[in-house]
Each structure stands twice: as structure tokens, then as C-alpha cells.
């Protein structure tokens, strides 16, 4: 079992920055890469960023050059940082874990931006 927890979702400005943390425990060690989905009232859930075990990156275009994904070994962490936020970016965003086992999830956090 792997659990995920994230944080740092909140209500800020266009233009604005916020920093999403997801903390990964339990067996850990079956992660192979980890993501960020987000999901939007009446949408689809879509792929945000994803970081491989190696350190690969990937990202959705409407977020490229502005968001970074990276990873705390160390901490066991994952994080989203969101940097000239968008109202678009208004979402519920969701820590995933993929294992060979299958996905893990976490709760979400609300992230929203004002115009």
C-alpha cells in the first residue's frame, strides 16, 4: 500500500505562484513515477506533470514553462511548483503513485485562482 497526502492548494491572483507538496508512505519503494492530475468542475481529469524514479519529466502544454515538477528522495516528497497561475488552472489537483500494482491516489487539493 502507498498513501499520499497533499498540501498547499489555496485561493490566489492571476499571475500568483502556489507550491503543491505531495508526501508518499508506505511501500514506497514500488513507486515507479509520480504525477499530477487536476480536474476542473465539468471536466476530465488530465495529466498536469508527471517525474519518472530517474528524474524524467513530462508536462501537458497548457501548463509547460510555467509549472515544475520535482522530487525529495530524501523526504519521499513530490512537487508541483505553479508559477504564473491562471484562472484556468482552477482545478481540484490530485497526487498520483504509479505502481506496477496499480495507481494510488491522494485526497486533492483546491487550488484556485481569481481573476
Known amino acids: 500500500q502507498v498513501q499520499l497526502v497533499e498540501s498547499g492548494g489555496g485561493l490566489v491572483q492571476a499571475g500568483g505562484s502556489l507550491r503543491l507538496s505531495c508526501a508518499a508512505s508506505?511501500?514506497?519503494?514500488?513507486?515507479?513515477?509520480m504525477g499530477w492530475y487536476r480536474q476542473a468542475p465539468g471536466k476530465q481529469r488530465e495529466l498536469v506533470a508527471a517525474?519518472?524514479?530517474?528524474?524524467?519529466?513530462n508536462y501537458a502544454d497548457s501548463v509547460k514553462g510555467r509549472f515544475t515538477i520535482s522530487r525529495d528522495n530524501a523526504k519521499n516528497t513530490v512537487y508541483l511548483q505553479m508559477n504564473s497561475l491562471k484562472p484556468e488552472d482552477t482545478a481540484v489537483y490530485c497526487c498520483n503513485g504509479n505502481t506496477l500494482l496499480g495507481d494510488y491516489w491522494g485526497q486533492g487539493t483546491q487550488v484556485t485562482v481569481s481573476s
Open positions: 508506505g511501500s514506497i519503494r514500488r513507486i515507479n513515477a
Open positions: 517525474i519518472s524514479r530517474g528524474g524524467s519529466t
